[in-house]
């Protein structure tokens, strides 16, 4: 695992954050819970594609497929 993606997913959830602080002040709680899922869903792409290379590698050290 690349340290990249450690500060791409922190860099998500800070601008995350702030968008859902910025929005809940301006009272426009709706458009805050929409940012926040989705981040939440672009972080969990990122970790599915690492998690598929993950086991790709594992397949091909053992010699499964």
Do not use: P
């Not at 702030?18 to 792409?45: F, H, P």
């Amino acid at each position: 695992m690349e340290i990249d993606l450690i500060f791409r997913i922190a860099g998500i959830g800070i601008i995350v954050s702030v968008l859902n602080l910025v929005l809940k002040r301006a009272e426009r709680d709706e458009q805050a819970m929409l940012t926040t899922l989705a981040g939440l869903i672009v972080v969990l792409m990122m970790i599915v594609n690492e998690i598929s290379d993950l086991f790709e590698t594992v397949k091909s050290v053992f010699g499964i497929w």
